[in-house]
T-cell receptor, first 110, second 112 residues
Framework: GQNIDQPTEMTATEGAIVQINCTYQ??????LFWYQQHAGEAPTFLSY????GLEEKGRFSSFLSRSKGYSYLLLKELQMKDSASYLC???????????FGAGTTVTVRA | DTGVSQNPRHKITKRGQNVTFRCDPI?????LYWYRQTLGQGPEFLTY????????KSRLLSDRFSAERPKGSFSTLEIQRTEQGDSAMYLC??????????FGPGTRLLVL
């Protein structure tokens, strides 16, 4: 099974940077994913890490350390539209199903 | 292609009734997943299809739940004798590779 932990809520100011941490304990590991979910909508794919290190995609970056069971999602130059829930998900040794954390609700204030 | 679609988007039913949801994946995707999400929680895995074969069912999926994917295209999820605890968002996702799955808009079920 998987145990995935992330903070429940974070608040930041427009234009600032926020880092969302995710720790996991898994019986197997084959990739870590970050999804964004606006209220009442479906999750949308943001990033994927399978090797250690930083993956950068525009204003969003994701980092992975497999030895520490740790990842973070970095959101730069925050915009009001970034207010959403951010879900950390781990894929087990197989190559299909994802196990999700409860999500981190990020609120961006003007 | 407009992505994964799900119907209906909302369903209100009385306890004890049966409901069926439909998911149409992205056309070239051979993998299809069903998840369930309740308020304040992340999606929970229910079941997975590769083409028409159902390869795994979660322990969350009681005998009242059944899913099919005839001919490896669209999928249906049926809940028999619904209970109030079944109220949730039911999400379908599809993928064609080990990379990220793409989610549909979900079906929100309310059991009265």
């Amino acid at each position: 099974g998987q145990n995935i932990d992330q903070p429940t809520e974070m608040t930041a100011t427009e234009g600032a940077i926020v880092q969302i941490n995710c720790t996991y304990q898994t019986s197997g590991f084959n990739g870590l994913f970050w999804y964004q979910q606006h209220a009442g909508e479906a999750p949308t794919f943001l990033s994927y890490n399978v090797l250690d290190g930083l993956e950068e995609k525009g204003r969003f970056s994701s980092f992975l350390s497999r030895s520490k069971g740790y990842s973070y999602l970095l959101l730069k130059e925050l915009q009001m539209k970034d207010s959403a829930s951010y879900l950390c998900a781990v894929r087990d040794s197989g190559d299909y199903k994802l196990s999700f954390g409860a999500g981190t609700t990020v609120t961006v204030r003007a | 292609d407009t992505g994964v679609s799900q119907n209906p988007r909302h369903k209100i039913t009385k306890r004890g009734q049966n409901v069926t949801f439909r998911c149409d994946p992205i056309s070239e995707h051979n993998r299809l997943y069903w998840y369930r999400q309740t308020l304040g929680q992340g999606p929970e895995f229910l079941t997975y299809f590769q083409n028409e074969a159902q390869l795994e069912k979660s322990r969350l999926l009681s005998d009242r739940f059944s899913a099919e994917r005839p001919k490896g295209s669209f999928s249906t999820l049926e809940i028999q004798r619904t209970e109030q605890g079944d109220s949730a968002m039911y999400l379908c996702a599809s993928s064609s590779s080990p990379f990220g799955a793409y989610f549909g808009p979900g079906t929100r079920l309310l059991v009265l």
